[in-house]
């Protein structure tokens, strides 16, 4: 059971936000990597973006983040406004000379989460780096690393949108279980999420979006 | 309003190449034509300097090619700031066909000033006020090709450049007068390469002309060296292919 | 955007202690670098007395440049930029505020010590007690600009491949005006004159440059990884 600063909420009282994106484009470069994606992620849902290697996956995760403005098309929240998403990305974003529990905190500040000190450690027990916590994050292997960097998603608003890149990746049995878990959680509550992986997820009630079907550009 | 829709409608990259194969063989004639011009009046009618005897006369080429750089600066600036706010390709291919003309141009400025301090000056090189404002303008202009060039993405390069074209811009004129406030306080009377000379009429025309002739030139090369870009930048393009066939043909 | 901007100077004031030899690195150049010139030149005392405060500020200017190259690489490279360009309700708020910080955290990490080592070197060079005071004032005023500029240097040439000597090929000539007043007061208290007009100057580039070169540099991070 996950335990956030944000104590236990009225599930139906506040959901996620509903993303829709209309006949989006997103380039890299020079290059346009996919054009005329919709989507639609309600809340509740989890959505599986499926493709190969190179198809733009990340861009579009990107995108739908914020960091990058899409070639074409629209991106509508519904709220307009609301708990800002989570985007984890490929990297982990973490330095090399922080502490565990020096870098959990820094995320948690940095994206005004306001985890309290408990919040912290419980998400840090959670991921299994409780004896790890005073260990600077050069010292962990790339699995260990992974998990830090996705005690985000213990300490984020519950219904914010979760866009994962890879989370998986790197990852143990035990903590891909784990994160399978989360999510599951989060879908409960009537959070969203939208992930990419190369390894088929083993959740229920996942919706699979083939993004390498769309058509090549002209 | 009619004029701004026959603006915009160059703005394609496709009908600019056009109107720059249409215009350049005049623009390349003008230049020529006002060159010799300028330099004719300037070496044979305007009259010998009482102080400095013919040695002035590279004036003619200094003060335009001085002026030209930091005009081109500027006109780099404008056009990259324009492509960047407005996303038009065009004009961020305008701002980088500018800039090695307008970074020759201060070289010469900087040449012909080594060339009109030598004999007034006795050395080859003065830290005029001027002279070395269009130092630091060179490097400016080589900043910014620099910059350009190391970065692969052309969409990034451009709105690079274009911001690092606005900060110079907004830096020169605070260059300039600290050059100039450095230049004074240290030598108590300033070295200057020698003051113009009072104007007589024809050696204000001689330069008139030789700016002219400068802008006519710098026009015909920068089209020149958009269309390069055009062609670069757009070589997938259908109508491009389609030009081509019928230039060559 | 007070939060982003304490949260990152903090950890990047954490990380600087945690290297403190890299971190020092500059300082170390700041002095190798102003002692070459007597060796070069020569010990005459009057020359060296001359030329002290000239060669004080462009050794501090290049140390200043050195760690430039590593504000935003590190950051971009382990996706931590990317992060703090989401801590905000924009990017571009969010680079702002990631802009100043990085700006302040060079300058206490190496802009600051620099200024404090100068009457050191100042001495070595006989320069008298006033000048050196006024070096360090010019220093303390400088400084801040060289910083404040070198984000902006370092945010352009963000992922660049030759972005270290880029870099330093574009914020040279920026920081000109800078060097002008700074060294210029130093020489103008020396000779007994009044140095205010050149404080001044160096103050109103200070307020100029902290007033826009944030933006700049916010700017120039959007630029570089959208």
Same mark, same amino acid.
């Given at each position: 059971?996950?335990?956030?600063?944000?104590?236990?909420?009225?599930?139906?009282?506040?959901?996620?936000?509903?993303?829709?994106?209309?006949?989006?484009?997103?380039?890299?470069?020079?290059?346009?990597?996919?054009?005329?994606?919709?989507?639609?992620?309600?809340?509740?849902?989890?959505?599986?973006?499926?493709?190969?290697?190179?198809?733009?996956?990340?861009?579009?995760?990107?995108?739908?983040?914020?960091?990058?403005?899409?070639?074409?098309?629209?991106?509508?929240?519904?709220?307009?406004?609301?708990?800002?998403?989570?985007?984890?990305?490929?990297?982990?974003?973490?330095?090399?000379? *922080? +502490?565990? &529990?020096?870098?959990?905190?820094? $995320? #948690? =500040?940095?994206?005004?989460? /306001?985890?309290?000190? !408990?919040?912290? %450690?419980?998400?840090?027990?959670?991921?299994?780096?409780?004896?790890?916590?005073?260990?600077?994050?050069?010292?962990?292997?790339?699995?260990?690393?992974?998990?830090?960097? *996705? +005690?985000? &998603?213990?300490?984020?608003?519950? $219904? #914010? =949108?979760?866009?994962?890149? /890879?989370?998986?990746? !790197?990852?143990? %049995?035990?903590?891909?279980?784990?994160?399978?878990?989360?999510?599951?959680?989060?879908?409960?509550?009537?959070?969203?999420?939208?992930?990419?992986?190369?390894?088929?997820?083993?959740?229920?009630?996942?919706?699979?979006?083939?993004?390498?079907?769309?058509?090549?550009?002209? | 309003?009619?004029?701004?829709?026959?603006?915009?409608?160059?703005?394609?990259?496709?009908?600019?190449?056009?109107?720059?194969?249409?215009?350049?063989?005049?623009?390349?004639?003008?230049?020529?034509?006002?060159?010799?011009?300028?330099?004719?009046?300037?070496?044979?009618?305007?009259?010998?300097?009482?102080?400095?005897?013919?040695?002035?006369?590279?004036?003619?080429?200094?003060?335009?090619?001085?002026?030209?750089?930091?005009?081109?600066?500027?006109?780099?600036?404008?056009?990259?700031?324009?492509?960047?706010?407005?996303?038009?390709?065009?004009?961020?291919?305008?701002?980088?066909?500018?800039?090695?003309?307008?970074?020759?141009?201060?070289?010469?400025?900087?040449?012909?000033?080594?060339?009109?301090?030598?004999?007034?000056?006795?050395?080859?090189?003065?830290?005029?006020?001027?002279?070395?404002?269009?130092?630091?303008?060179?490097?400016?202009?080589?900043?910014?090709?620099?910059?350009?060039?190391?970065?692969?993405?052309?969409?990034?390069?451009?709105?690079?450049?274009?911001?690092?074209?606005?900060?110079?811009?907004?830096?020169?004129?605070?260059?300039?007068?600290?050059?100039?406030?450095?230049?004074?306080?240290?030598?108590?009377?300033?070295?200057?390469?020698?003051?113009?000379?009072?104007?007589?009429?024809?050696?204000?025309?001689?330069?008139?002309?030789?700016?002219?002739?400068?802008?006519?030139?710098?026009?015909?090369?920068?089209?020149?060296?958009?269309?390069?870009?055009?062609?670069?930048?757009?070589?997938?393009?259908?109508?491009?292919?389609?030009?081509?066939?019928?230039?060559?043909? | 955007?007070?939060?982003?901007?304490?949260?990152?100077?903090?950890?990047?004031?954490?990380?600087?202690?945690?290297?403190?030899?890299?971190?020092?690195?500059?300082?170390?150049?700041?002095?190798?670098?102003?002692?070459?010139?007597?060796?070069?030149?020569?010990?005459?005392?009057?020359?060296?007395?001359?030329?002290?405060?000239?060669?004080?500020?462009?050794?501090?200017?290049?140390?200043?440049?050195?760690?430039?190259?590593?504000?935003?690489?590190?950051?971009?490279?382990?996706?931590?930029?990317?992060?703090?360009?989401?801590?905000?309700?924009?990017?571009?708020?969010?680079?702002?505020?990631?802009?100043?910080?990085?700006?302040?955290?060079?300058?206490?990490?190496?802009?600051?010590?620099?200024?404090?080592?100068?009457?050191?070197?100042?001495?070595?060079?006989?320069?008298?007690?006033?000048?050196?005071?006024?070096?360090?004032?010019?220093?303390?005023?400088?400084?801040?600009?060289?910083?404040?500029?070198?984000?902006?240097?370092?945010?352009?040439?963000?992922?660049?491949?030759?972005?270290?000597?880029?870099?330093?090929?574009?914020?040279?000539?920026?920081?000109?005006?800078?060097?002008?007043?700074?060294?210029?007061?130093?020489?103008?208290?020396?000779?007994?004159?009044?140095?205010?007009?050149?404080?001044?100057?160096?103050?109103?580039?200070?307020?100029?440059?902290?007033?826009?070169?944030?933006?700049?540099?916010?700017?120039?991070?959007?630029?570089?990884?959208?």
């Amino acid at each position: 059971m996950a335990t956030t600063s944000h104590g236990d909420l009225d599930a139906g009282a506040r959901a996620s936000r509903t993303l829709t994106v209309d006949g989006l484009a997103g380039r890299r470069g020079e290059r346009i990597l996919f054009h005329d994606f919709d989507l639609f992620v309600a809340p509740g849902e989890l959505v599986w973006l499926r493709a190969a290697n190179g198809y733009g996956k990340t861009t579009l995760l990107r995108i739908l983040a914020g960091l990058a403005l899409p070639e074409a098309g629209t991106i509508r929240w519904s709220p307009a406004s609301g708990p800002a998403t989570v985007y984890l990305a490929h990297a982990n974003a973490l330095k090399d000379d *922080l +502490t565990v &529990l020096e870098s959990v905190r820094y $995320q #948690s =500040t940095l994206h005004g989460l /306001e985890a309290s000190e !408990a919040a912290i %450690a419980d998400a840090i027990r959670r991921f299994g780096l409780q004896s790890r916590r005073h260990a600077p994050i050069r010292t962990l292997s790339q699995g260990q690393r992974r998990r830090v960097a *996705l +005690t985000r &998603l213990c300490l984020s608003d519950p $219904q #914010s =949108t979760w866009l994962l890149d /890879e989370p998986w990746d !790197a990852l143990d %049995a035990e903590g891909v279980a784990l994160v399978s878990t989360l999510l599951d959680e989060h879908a409960a509550r009537r959070g969203n999420a939208l992930f990419t992986s190369h390894v088929p997820p083993a959740i229920d009630g996942l919706r699979t979006v083939q993004f390498d079907a769309l058509p090549a550009p002209a | 309003m009619p004029s701004s829709i026959r603006f915009f409608h160059f703005a394609s990259p496709a009908r600019f190449y056009a109107l720059a194969t249409r215009w350049s063989p005049a623009l390349w004639v003008l230049a020529a034509v006002l060159a010799a011009a300028a330099l004719y009046i300037g070496f044979f009618v305007a009259p010998t300097d009482a102080t400095q005897g013919d040695a002035y006369r590279i004036i003619f080429i200094h003060v335009p090619a001085a002026w030209m750089s930091m005009v081109l600066y500027l006109a780099m600036a404008l056009w990259a700031a324009i492509g960047w706010a407005l996303n038009a390709r065009l004009a961020s291919m305008f701002a980088r066909a500018i800039a090695p003309t307008g970074a020759m141009f201060t070289f010469l400025a900087l040449w012909t000033g080594a060339l009109w301090g030598r004999p007034t000056w006795g050395t080859w090189w003065v830290w005029d006020a001027r002279l070395t404002s269009e130092l630091i303008l060179l490097f400016l202009y080589l900043g910014y090709l620099a910059l350009v060039d190391a970065i692969d993405d052309t969409r990034r390069a451009d709105r690079a450049g274009a911001l690092l074209a606005v900060v110079g811009s907004v830096n020169v004129p605070i260059i300039y007068f600290s050059v100039k406030w450095w230049n004074t306080l240290h030598q108590g009377a300033s070295i200057t390469l020698s003051s113009a000379p009072t104007m007589a009429q024809s050696m204000l025309i001689a330069m008139l002309l030789m700016t002219l002739a400068f802008w006519a030139y710098a026009f015909a090369v920068v089209f020149k060296r958009t269309q390069a870009i055009v062609a670069e930048r757009e070589r997938h393009a259908q109508w491009l292919t389609t030009t081509r066939k019928l230039e060559t043909a | 955007m007070t939060r982003v901007f304490a949260t990152v100077l903090r950890r990047d004031l954490r990380l600087a202690a945690r290297r403190r030899s890299d971190a020092l690195l500059p300082v170390a150049f700041f002095v190798v670098a102003v002692s070459l010139f007597p060796l070069g030149i020569g010990p005459e005392p009057q020359t060296l007395r001359q030329i002290a405060p000239g060669i004080v500020w462009v050794c501090a200017l290049l140390a200043a440049m050195l760690s430039l190259g590593a504000m935003y690489s590190g950051d971009l490279v382990d996706g931590s930029l990317d992060q703090m360009l989401l801590s905000g309700p924009t990017p571009g708020q969010a680079s702002l505020a990631v802009a100043a910080a990085k700006s302040l955290a060079h300058w206490l990490v190496t802009g600051l010590p620099l200024t404090i080592l100068a009457p050191l070197l100042g001495v070595l060079f006989g320069v008298a007690p006033a000048p050196i005071v006024a070096l360090t004032a010019s220093l303390l005023l400088g400084t801040p600009i060289l910083s404040l500029l070198g984000g902006l240097g370092a945010a352009l040439t963000l992922g660049v491949r030759s972005g270290g000597v880029l870099l330093l090929l574009l914020v040279l000539p920026l920081c000109i005006p800078t060097l002008i007043f700074g060294a210029g007061a130093v020489v103008a208290i020396d000779s007994g004159l009044s140095a205010r007009g050149h404080f001044s100057l160096l103050g109103a580039l200070l307020i100029l440059t902290m007033l826009l070169a944030p933006l700049a540099t916010a700017a120039a991070l959007r630029i570089a990884t959208e």
